[in-house]
């Protein structure tokens, strides 16, 4: 199994060390064609804005068709943003992947930042980090809620998507990329997500 981490900003060297524990492999995505061997893919925090912007060459475009196929991904902060199919109540131009409404930085500016425990479905208390993290306001009929903070949604699955706001990437916790590595076994294996 390789899984891909697209690779325009963020904290793709620790998503990759989070994989490496797993024993997984990961290439860096920055380019459609970067997309071809990769069995899932990972969207990493960042700058949102500058990274729909930076993916050019296609590579949004071939995400959306992908994300309709059902091929896995994962958005972490402003991943999750990037997947989202609505953003500070619009439509995204971005991938939109998993039918929720996301807020841009809801939990404060940088020096806001903050680690909590969170009780995470089918996984269980897990260490996050929340960096200008977005919240989840609104989510579909299809959607499942996994975590909250403080009452707020911060992290859903639907089908093929899983998105969190919070970094699971800067702890030492990998049970979260591990459920993402089952989704991907769940997607080749022909059993339904």
């Avoid at 998993?98 to 269980?124: H, P, T, W, Y």
């Amino acid at each position: 199994m390789r899984i891909g981490i697209l690779g325009l900003q963020g904290a793709v060297r620790e998503h990759a060390g989070s994989l490496s524990r797993l024993g997984i492999a990961a290439r860096v995505v920055k380019r459609a064609d970067d997309l071809a061997e990769i069995d899932g893919l990972i969207l990493p925090g960042g700058e949102s804005t500058a990274m729909s912007l930076l993916a050019d060459g296609g590579l949004l475009e071939r995400l959306r068709v992908l994300a309709a196929d059902g091929f896995p991904m994962f958005g972490t902060c402003a991943g999750m943003i990037l997947l989202a199919k609505e953003v500070d109540g619009r439509p995204s131009e971005a991938i939109g992947a998993i039918d929720i409404g996301v807020k841009r930085n809801a939990s404060g500016r940088q020096v806001d930042s903050f680690e909590a425990a969170l009780e995470v479905e089918d996984i269980g208390t897990v260490p996050a980090v929340f960096i200008r993290a977005p919240y989840i306001v609104h989510s579909g009929p299809d959607v499942r809620i996994m975590a909250r903070h403080d009452g707020t949604a911060v992290m859903a699955r639907e089908g093929n998507v899983l998105a969190c706001s919070f970094h699971p990437e800067l702890t030492d916790d990998v049970r979260i990329h591990r459920h993402f590595v089952e989704m991907i076994e769940e997607k080749t294996q022909g059993r339904r997500l």
